[in-house]
């Protein structure tokens, strides 16, 4: 994506393009999930926090029903492994709730750094979690990079 040129203009902030982790739901790009970050000059200014707008969560073939559900946005970036990793590494970089929840658009308490780095969420991996009888379970996955 850094190399070449494209026609797409940046639309500003951070996205997330999330697949299914359900074999039944992987194959159709239509199902694909997008969670859109973005900071406000309010919320620059510490007024106000990251806002996230939800894309093709009601319109694709799998729809998340939002009770017991949250999103996590992982420390690492790699989507290749499916290993559950030891404890020290599953601390969350950032996570938050979407009970009660069924607007396409929320303010998160806190800013988000929309950037690459240490506080940075570009390229770190973010999952879609729910709640099951086994334990948390992932619904959907992807990687955030820029918009």
Sequence with gaps: MCNGSS???SQGGSIAVLRSTSPAHQSDAREDMRLLFSNSTQALLGRAGTQVEFQ???TSGY?????RCWVVIHRDGDLSTLT??????????FSFSLENNSVSVMQLPQT???????????G?????MTSSRAGPRTVAEGVIGWN
């Design 63 to 67: 729809t998340i029903s939002r009770d």
């Design 7 to 9: 026609s797409r203009v």
């Design 56 to 58: 093709g969560w009601e």
């Design 84 to 93: 559950t990793p030891p404890l020290s590494e599953s601390i969350p970089f």
């Design 112 to 122: 988000l750094d929309l950037g690459v780095g240490d506080s940075g969420i570009i």
């Design 124 to 128: 770190r991996r973010v999952s879609v």
